[in-house]
């Protein structure tokens, strides 16, 4: 079936590390997002890619990296300079841009990766 | 940025009765759409409406759309404790989400 799948599912890291979430989708769609959700709170865009080989930062960019080398694939790492990065992680992804006129905007959603730092 | 704005933030209802959550947004849009998110699972979508429409059903989802007041509003009838979730209005075209309502059926 086609989607988007994060992984893993549940992660946890020591203070310090880096740690890589993957995404992936078979889609066939040109757009994707990074978005960090705390508890009882809304969805906050890390980065997004409009295209292959080009990334864009978002509201919450600092601590975090990510890199758009192939169609389906959006990795996020979370690096040691994130200072909070307990959280819960969404990739999610669009036809095209979402920006764009025409476009329905309409967003899929993996199942998120959930970030525990000890 | 135009992300939609939700309201109440929370929403404790008894099963079998109806649940109404609203969204505003700020500036002109060519649709608007609603999604739910189940608790820590991803968001899924569940209605589009365009600008040019006023009211669309599905299922037991009915969306309401004034563009004069720049507001949506979301009624799911007879709620059942599956309604149980948070649910975000996304205003097109923006990939930005506001805090989302957060609806509780109680059985």
């Known amino acids: 079936d086609g989607g988007i799948t994060q992984s893993p599912k549940y992660l946890f890291r020591k203070e310090g590390q880096n740690v890589t979430l993957s995404c992936e989708q078979n889609?066939?769609?040109?757009?994707m997002y990074w978005y960090r959700q705390d508890p009882g709170q809304g969805l906050r865009l890390i980065y997004y890619s409009q295209i292959v080989n080009d990334f864009q930062k978002g509201d919450i960019a600092e601590g975090y990296s990510v890199s758009r080398e192939k169609k389906e694939s959006f990795p996020l790492t979370v690096t040691s300079a994130q200072k909070n990065p307990t959280a819960f992680y969404l990739c999610?992804?669009?036809?095209?841009?979402?920006?764009?006129?025409?476009?329905?905007?309409?967003?899929?959603f993996g199942e998120g990766s959930r970030l525990t730092v000890l | 940025s135009q992300q939609g704005e939700e309201d109440p933030q929370a929403l404790s209802i008894q099963e079998g009765e109806n649940a109404t959550m609203n969204c505003s947004y700020k500036?002109?849009?060519?649709?608007l759409q609603w999604y739910r998110q189940n608790s820590g699972r991803g968001l899924v979508h569940l209605i589009l409406i365009r600008s040019n429409e006023r009211e669309k059903h599905s299922g037991r989802l009915r969306v309401t759309l004034d563009t004069s007041k720049k507001s949506s509003s979301l009624l799911i009838t007879a709620s059942r404790a599956a309604d149980t979730a948070s649910y975000f209005c996304a205003p097109s075209n923006d990939m930005r989400f506001g805090a989302g309502t957060r609806l509780t059926v109680k059985p």
């Open positions: 889609l066939n769609h040109d757009a």
């Open positions: 999610a992804s669009s036809i095209r841009d979402i920006t764009m006129r025409g476009h329905t905007g309409e967003l899929f």
């Open positions: 500036t002109s849009i060519n649709n």
